[in-house]
């Protein structure tokens, strides 16, 4: 994993200008940018570890956050996320002692060939979906195939990861899709969890001040206020639990031949993944076609 963060950091050094320290742990997430993927609940948590590395807290692990992907071009909310990561990581670059923990890196133009050069080297993979609006999944296999610890809700492809290479080895967090129903029947409040949470409150206060926007309470207004309104995706919902799992991370990390041990067993337990298998059930259960016999000429 250090040859392939090494290599990936000078790639995108020489191409993008961009720079991490390949010794830290590598935290990914990159995809479509959309707000039920919840690249802003990543942004939240980020936040929360500015401020616990300003007040000295003690259990930190020094990462990087690698962020990538698109938007819809007409996806207004979509496109201030992206610019929430940029503005995060400019405040953590001016800080001197927050930069020495902790930083965070959005890859610009994100396709395949790029993807080809951020998965072996990640080491934990972003998979963080309200619970019940993930189709399917495939960034979340390819992170994992290649070694990457998964980060996430119980939501596609990764209830079928979890199963394969263990609850032991996937740091679980969230609602159900079933709970995630139930809440917004019985009505949603999410400002009752901001209330109940200080460290929640603290960070959306401060991103609401303008401190991410050189004094502009205006530019991050309209995604504070959604969150605080609606949150339709239930990001302050799961952001406890969220926050919880990242600890758990962070306690692993510390224990290099334990991550290892992980790492290589999910990528040893998910053969099921492979396109030889798919391609296979394919076949037999929705084409119905069998194998023909190749003549010798």
Known sequence: KLANKTSLSAHLKIRDGLDFDPARLLDVQVKRIHEYKRQHLNVLHIITEILRVRRGAPDIVPRTYLLGGKSAPGYGMAKLIIRLVHAVGEVI?????????LKVVFVPNFNVKTGQRIYPAAELSEQISTAGKEASGTGNMKLSLNGALTIGTLDGANIEIREEVGAENFFLFGLTAEEVKAKKSGGYYPRQYVDND????????????????????????????????????????????????????SQAYANPEAWTRMSILNVARMGKFSSDRSIAQYCEEIWHAVPVPMKER
């Not at 670059?93 to 923990?101: A, I």
């Open 93 to 101: 670059d001016r800080d001197p002692l927050v930069r020495n923990v």
């Open 198 to 249: 200080p460290e929640l409150r603290e960070a959306l206060d401060l991103l609401a001040s303008g401190y991410f926007s050189r004094g502009d309470r205006t530019m991050f207004a309209p995604l504070v206020d959604s969150l605080l309104g609606w949150d339709e995706y239930l990001v302050l919902a799961d952001f406890r639990a969220y926050a919880r799992a990242q600890a758990q991370v």
